[in-house]
């Protein structure tokens, strides 16, 4: 098999590292999961291997195919995620009072961002040999990483929180994965998949602790560096919603990779944004003793009481420049229908939230008015309908009568005459 430009997987807790080519999830000198390993470059083979038209078209995620830690003669399994459009959403920016342009990842082939990790889990899963994978997760990932191990021809095993929401595991079933309802948390599910990779072998696609999941992950980083050389400008600020810590890692490490490399003059802050009931990242990043591992929020996305990746996802914040901001839940709902109700873009609840946390900083001066920021919608709004029902307060019943409609509107004429 051809050769990756990985060097080393490093422990971004005491330095230690180990041979890429190995199965391992973390570093085994540290308790638990908390030897998060991140893998390593040679930036020079890169930029030799590295043809991309920058500023040009971007077919799919794989146009950054030297970035990404699989063999050079590796038979990928893809189905042609990534790619996604950068809107402008000069409605949005009305309302926010803020120029706001939309990355919608929830137009990826299972509707959610995971679909970047998965290509790479399963490539790496089945060119180990393994023919069986998991993950935990509460929903989005469950279906991503379904939908790709049966692309890929291989069995796929999930566990997920009982309360997960029912739209987002109708697509693990019709992809024929065995879903696994954990009666317990999210963290409960995540432990329990770990503990049943380890003792029955499987390949473990958890991105929180896989290093090769943020990997794919930050090939969003790499599109809006791409991106921003074809409008000819950076912007000021990129946004994501934060649960586990990887996504927001994985898309600085991307950006950053591209600056550091010359192909972009300049690198946005990146804005965190977690909701109020799971704010354990937020918390660490600013020194908060209290560190709370519960996850109370409806976007059920980013509802991670223990987050793997902090260490990964603070470092982005700082390195960036940038910071994190707490949403409430009712914040979340008008910003999934604030971005609908401007832009016609359908976004689950944690893929609104960055909406939301753009409100916020806004209120706080972390972001100026005279600034640009991107927003990534993380998932499609059909994968939790129920939020949008509260969000919106549902549909108006009536009789088939046009008085019922009079009713709502007044008459044709009262109508003509408001226009």
């Not at 939309?102 to 137009?107: F, H, L």
């Not at 082939?109 to 994978?133: E, M, Q, W």
């Not at 991670?304 to 960036?320: D, H, M, Y």
């Not at 359908?346 to 946390?357: L, T, V």
């Amino acid at each position: 098999m051809g050769m990756t430009q990985v060097t080393t997987l490093e422990c971004t807790l005491c330095g230690a590292e180990y041979v890429p080519s190995q199965i391992i999830y973390t570093c085994p000198e540290h308790e638990g999961v908390k030897g998060i390993l991140e893998v390593t470059y040679d930036y020079d083979a890169i930029d030799d291997a590295f043809d991309g038209d920058l500023g040009g078209p971007i077919a799919s995620q794989w146009k950054y195919e030297a970035f990404l830690p699989v063999a050079t003669d590796a038979d990928v399994v893809t189905l042609n995620e990534g790619g996604t459009d950068l809107f402008d959403a000069p409605n949005l920016s009305d309302a926010l009072g803020v120029e706001t342009l939309v990355k919608d990842d929830g137009r990826n082939p299972t509707g959610c961002f995971k679909d970047r990790a998965s290509a790479i889990a399963v490539t790496k899963a089945r060119h180990a040999g393994r023919d069986i994978i998991t993950c935990a997760s509460t929903g989005n990932a469950a279906a991503s990483l379904s939908g790709y191990a049966a692309r890929g021809g291989m069995d796929c095993r999930i566990f997920v929180p009982g309360d997960a929401p029912t739209g987002k595991l109708a697509q693990p079933l019709v992809y024929g994965a065995d879903v696994l309802a954990v009666n317990g948390s999210y963290d409960e599910a995540y432990d329990l998949s770990v503990e049943v990779t380890e003792k029955y072998g499987w390949y473990n696609r958890n991105a929180a602790i896989n290093p090769f999941q943020v990997e794919g992950k930050r090939t969003v980083g790499h599109e809006l560096a791409d991106q921003s050389i074809a409008r000819g400008h950076v912007p000021d600020w990129v946004v994501f919603s934060m649960g586990d810590g990887c996504t927001i890692a994985g898309a600085w490490k991307g950006f950053k990779e591209f600056y550091d490399l010359g192909y972009v003059d300049d690198h946005p802050k990146m804005l965190g944004v977690q909701a109020e009931g799971a704010s354990a990242i937020h918390d660490a990043f600013h020194g908060h003793e209290d560190i709370d591992d519960i996850a109370e929020t409806l976007a059920d996305s980013i509802a991670v009481g223990r987050p793997r990746n902090t260490i990964k996802a603070s470092r982005a914040l700082e390195q960036s420049g940038g910071t994190s901001v707490l949403v409430s839940d009712d914040d979340i709902l008008e910003a999934e229908k604030l971005l609908g109700g401007t832009e016609g873009i359908y976004s689950e609840p944690a893929g609104a939230a960055p909406i939301a946390g753009v409100q916020t900083a806004l209120d706080q001066g972390i972001i100026e008015q005279d600034e640009t920021v991107v927003v990534v919608s993380t998932g499609f709004g059909l994968k939790d309908t129920k939020s949008a029902e509260r969000a919106t307060g549902g549909v108006d019943r009536i009789d088939p009568e046009i008085t019922e409609v009079e009713g709502l509107y007044g008459t044709a004429e009262e109508a003509a005459a408001d226009d």
